[in-house]
């Protein structure tokens, strides 16, 4: 038995791959998950979380929104972005410290 059957599908914008796809916040421009690595940026919802209410923008709306500095909910997701960072540098710095500092104690610990 032969039929015809229409079907939809999602297309990445970028590399044209038939697969699940994410828009831009702005433009709605589509990227699968491997171009969105390199075609566009994912911010978080949270310092310390991820998931459901995470943001992606296209590279060119990101940089248009950057510039601009006026879209209340972009410059939260930088905001974000920012703290995060911060958490990684301070982490790094406090394990670091850390370990000098137990290393110290071991040694003057030493008979």
Not at 88 to 105: H, I, N, P, S
Request: aromatic share 8%.
């Amino acid at each position: 038995m032969k039929k015809t059957e229409l079907k939809e599908v999602t297309c990445c914008d970028h590399c044209s791959k038939e697969t699940y796809v994410t828009a831009c916040m702005r433009c709605g421009k589509e990227h699968c998950w491997e171009c969105r690595k390199t075609e566009g940026v994912e911010y978080h919802h949270g310092v310390y979380v991820s998931g459901s209410g995470d943001g992606y923008y296209c590279s060119e709306c990101d940089s248009i929104l950057t510039k601009a500095g006026d879209n209340e909910r972009h410059s939260a997701y930088r905001a974000v972005m920012s703290l995060r960072r911060e958490v990684d540098v301070w982490g790094t710095d406090f394990q670091r410290r850390k370990k000098d500092a137990e290393t110290r104690l071991a040694a003057a610990a030493k008979p």
